[in-house]
């Protein structure tokens, strides 16, 4: 800053170190009840410090979970929600890039038309058509599938929107060049404009893939197999159970478990997550 | 080789706007022909006309003796320079340059062999393996320039290649660009704005305002004898200065009723190139030259010469003297001109 | 509509190329939001066997019902509450790690994750720490004379999920602040600086009013994340409850969708919801479009 004043930059500190602590004070609560076994959680206060059952109650939930109460073991939980984040990221990056490059590049009848039909979708959160949404997706017989997981949710007109803004700052005399050297659309996307794009894939990836992961409703409403569970959903069947049955220390493995991938993709690329972040917003 | 024929072309933008109103330029093979304007004036257009990259509204555009109206920029066999370069920022100085032959199906040794020579050429050996963000503005004009060189095309097109340089290293490629069109005899089309760089660089100078061609020629005609008031003050610097006359019962004069009897028939316009005129005390006109009372407002020394700023006849007139000025400011002199160094025009601008 | 100078000719590609979007837009989108709004203006009889057109005595009914209007009321003291407190929190964050030089980064490592939780999973972070019998928020408060079940009482419910709404967005809300402070030029902090401004009048006087387009981006932003994307953290957690207290719009759409009985009635809220997401929207455009005029 402009000047020096110790005690500000003193004061400074401790705001930041108490904002830290309190974001981070649910999950180190969650982790230690993790870590505990049962009877930590029948009366009084929970601890605070770690408990010896880590390894045992992370092995239980992901082997075989609480299957007598409905909850199929994580392991396969997690896959599904990994399976339904990727192809959602990969989905809706696929798609947009490519309505994208249609809309910027070419020159057609119903160009507006198309443009703020995609538009619309911006506007309209799942939470809001769902049941809709939901009958569509049944009578295409989706209920039950990846595929009734990922691609109701894959059109996005703000991947749409964050690569039409990044082609219009691609320079047009690069297309000329390009056109000169005998490229045609489909070699100038290939050979110029997707590896150009590299660096806002990578950014739009992460973002989608929490939001793919994250997923909670959707999951919820078209999965009755709990072949097709995914982890965010499925601890929210543990928890009512928990509430009776008070294996806290079960569900608390459950939900740093779901919680770990995103946030493990944060912290690994936070320079794209934050870029991906900011840019999809403006 | 190839020539380069347009005929009457035109262009029309949607909403009726009109960049180009009907040209026709002629470039002989294996010459240098610049198209030079004020930016708005169409030059640009007509030469993405001639590459492909738009469509032509009306006329025809020849290359080789052959109309290339309908056919793509590939098709065409010509090479662009663009004024930003627009090199491919992801692929190395090797790839930029190769990608055009490796779209043409060219073979793998084949390539090689082009691009090595042209980067033996250029001066750019060492920088195949870099990135252009790795390079200096100089070094990615260069590169840009082996771009279009090693596609060894019929007709190299430059959109002001020059313009994002600094002045020094223009004036530097201004003289490489015109040895290397020379040396390889490409048939080339040249857009700038910058007169100089016009003056210097063409075999054919084509003066454009508004559209339309206002003077087509080799550069030292046009600058003698400029067609119009236009390209009177577009090409020269400073400009040449012109000076009204109006029509009295003693033959024309000017503003400040000064007389100007060797005026021809219909001329409405003096014109005296800065380096033309020159200042006297007390000296009589040569026989049928110019002569005029004036008073210096200000003197600018440049070194190797000086621009006087004169007010004579009602106007203000530049004056450029090699050496010192041998006036200064507020010193009372004339301004004269031989007479053979004078130039008259219209009132529609047109030469008399 | 902005598009580039030199475009391909190709007549039938760019048909290609938009299809797969358009395609999905139009079936999982367009269809089924066409589907509300048509329901919407229907009334089935007591044993769906037919419906009738009824105009707009859904909506009429609905603006009419107490519950309906008290989910009105509980939406917007909840999207308020989440969207100040959140707000509140994040600059001071990002103002915090702004003034460091070189501890910035770890900060701001250290509180951009919560953005990866899932809300649901938020919810129950919480859930769990104010669990009434063994949590332990409420045996601290239970120090200061605080008697706190969430279970009964209303106001403990719609505090617990305000808390993990609010929380799950401070990584979101700091992120743009710190964008929107980095991009103030430093050159007018020193010219306050030597016109004699302290570092608090200096926020109040030239990072504040600076930073308001940022502000009120984020306004909208969480508007709009309070009234839509809380959904999960409601469902994970209270279910609405008690006795309605934390029934959120959206919350309710669902509800009463679920239970089936005013397919109507349901269309016509979410209608309702859609029209307020698009107003968001717009303003939330117009904003953009006046950005990118800078």
Sequence with gaps: MVENRPFLTFLTHLTLILGVLIVAFPVYVAFIASTRGEADFLSGVMPLMPGPHTLENYSIMLESGMTSYGAPPIAPMMFNSLVMALSIAIGKIAISILSAYAIVYFRFPFRMLAFWAIFVTLMLPVEVRIFPTFEVVANLGMLNSYAGLSIPLIASATATFLFRQFFLTVPDELVEAARVDGAGPLKFFRDILLPLSRTNIAALFVILFIYGWNQYLWPLLITTDTQYYTIVMGIKRMAVVADADPKWNLVMAAVILAALPPVLVILFMQRLFIKGLVETEK | ?352 | MQAKRTIFPNKFLPYLLLAPQLLITIVFFLWPAGQALWTSFLREDAFGFKSTFVWFENYIQLFEDPAYLNSVWITAVFALAVTLLSMSVSLLMAVSVNSLIRSGKAYTTLLVWPYAVAPAVAGILWWFMFNPSIGILPYMLAGFGINWNHRVDSTDALILVVLAAAWKQISYNFLFFLAGLQSIPHSLIEAAAIDGAGPFKRFRTIVFPLLSPTTFFLLVVNIVYAMFDTFAIIHATTEGGPSGSTTILVYKVYADGQLGLNLGSSAAQSVVLMAIVVVLTVIQFRWIERRVQY
């Excluded at chain 2, 660009?177 to 100078?205: C, F, P, W």
Aim: with cysteine; glycine share 10%.
């Design chain 2, 1 to 352: 080789m190839a020539t380069v024929d347009l005929k009457d072309v035109k262009k029309t933008y949607a909403g009726n706007v009109v960049a180009v109103k009907g040209v026709s330029i002629a470039v002989p093979d294996g010459q240098l022909c610049v198209l030079v304007g004020p930016s708005g004036c169409g030059k640009s257009t007509l030469l993405r006309m001639i590459a492909g990259l738009e469509t032509i509204t009306d006329g025809t555009v020849s290359i080789d003796g052959k109309v290339v109206n309908t056919i793509g920029p590939a098709e065409r066999d010509i090479a662009m320079v663009f004024q930003n370069y627009a090199l491919y920022p992801h692929m190395k100085v090797y790839d930029n340059m190769a990608y055009g032959l490796r779209n043409r199906g060219m073979g793998k040794d084949e390539i090689d062999k082009r691009v090595r020579e042209t980067a033996k050429i250029l001066e750019l050996g060492a920088l195949l393996e870099r990135r252009p963000r790795e390079l200096s503005g100089g070094q990615r004009q260069r590169v840009a320039m082996g771009r279009a060189i090693v596609r060894s095309p019929k007709v190299f097109l430059f959109d002001e290649p020059l313009s994002n340089l600094d002045a020094k290293l223009r004036g530097q490629m201004r003289v490489e660009i015109k040895n290397l069109q020379r040396t390889l005899g490409v048939t080339s089309v040249y857009v700038t704005h910058d007169q100089l760089e016009a003056m210097t660089l063409a075999d054919v100078l084509v003066v454009m305002n508004g559209g339309l061609v206002e003077q087509v020629g080799n550069p030292l005609d046009i600058y003698e004898k400029p067609a119009s008031t236009f390209v009177a003050s577009f090409i020269g610097a400073p400009p040449m200065n012109l000076l009204p006359l109006t029509d009295s019962a003693n033959g024309a004069t000017l503003s400040d009723g000064t007389a100007v009897p060797q005026a021809p028939k219909g001329a409405a316009i003096l014109g005296v190139r800065p380096e033309d005129a020159d200042v006297a005390v007390g000296a009589a006109a040569s026989a049928g030259g110019l002569s005029l009372p004036a008073t210096v407002e200000g003197v600018e020394p440049v070194g190797a010469e000086s621009f006087l700023y004169c007010a004579a006849g009602g106007q203000k007139i530049i004056v450029r003297v090699s050496g010192r000025s041998p006036a200064n400011p507020g010193d009372t002199l004339k301004v004269v001109a031989k007479a053979e160094k004078l130039h008259w025009f219209d009132t529609a601008g047109k030469r008399v």
